[in-house]
């Protein structure tokens, strides 16, 4: 069965610092993995997808992930934080075959001034 | 494209009144999903579709809940009799089907309020 684990309910880093946001899943088969973004009052929207066709996964807004199967990783990095990154973020899991994608409980970001 | 689309955004009910949240997904996409977000319990699937087919209705909490979609362009979620426990944003998301078309376009959300 696919899960996802997204460790740290909050994060809190600096205008300008690196943004680490850490996520782990569990499939028996090589799964499709999304990172998506939650800004207040509205749905969630795709940020990046691995598709298996690179491990290293560019977004939007300069936010990129590593896929690194022997970790069974998928963290989400963006080298400098701005203050409109600041947002609720959900690691996802899916399996090819399947219609269904699984969330992580989210990591909130915060970035100070 | 308008994407996902729900209605109403916001609705306060009162406790023991029928609740009917709609959503029409994005054309051409097979597959709908109705989530719940709280505070407490995060994202929950409630129940998802396939071709209009009922395919997973296991995170449904309680037989108060149902949700149809009698065809490609419409889905409702209906609660009857609501309770403040209810009180969350359902969301709706739609996608094109399996695997890597599993990306899912989410509508506004629908914050239901009941008191």
């Known amino acids: 069965a696919q899960s996802v684990t997204q460790l740290g309910s909050h994060v809190s880093v600096s205008e300008g610092a690196l943004v680490l946001l850490r996520c782990n899943y569990s499939?028996?088969?090589?799964?499709?993995l999304f990172w998506y973004v939650q800004y207040p009052n509205q749905g969630l929207q795709l940020l990046l997808k691995?598709?298996?066709?690179?491990?290293l996964v560019k977004g939007i807004n300069g936010f990129e992930a590593e896929f690194k199967k022997s970790e069974t990783s998928f963290h989400l990095t963006k080298p400098s934080a701005h203050m409109s990154d600041a947002a609720e973020y959900f690691c996802a899991v899916s399996e090819a075959g399947g219609f269904k994608t699984i969330f992580g409980a989210g990591t909130r970001l915060f970035v100070k001034a | 494209d308008a994407g996902v689309i729900q209605s109403p955004r916001h609705e306060v009910t009162e406790m023991g009144q029928e609740v009917t949240l709609r959503c029409k997904p994005i054309?051409?996409?097979?597959?709908l999903f109705w989530y719940r977000q709280t505070m407490m319990r995060g994202l929950e699937l409630l129940i998802y579709?396939?071709?209009?087919?009922?395919?997973?209705d296991s995170g449904m909490p309680e037989d108060r809940f149902s949700a149809k979609m009698p065809n490609a362009s419409f889905s409702t979620l209906k609660i009857q009799p609501s309770e403040p426990r209810d009180s969350a944003v359902y969301f709706c998301?739609?996608?094109?089907?399996?695997?890597?078309?599993?990306?899912?376009?989410f509508g506004q959300g629908t914050r239901l309020t009941v008191v």
């Open positions: 499939s028996s088969v090589p799964p499709y």
């Open positions: 691995y598709t298996s066709a690179a491990t």
């Open positions: 054309s051409g996409h097979n597959s």
């Open positions: 998301a739609s996608s094109r089907g399996q695997g890597l078309n599993t990306e899912a376009f």
């Open positions: 579709f396939n071709n209009n087919v009922p395919i997973d």
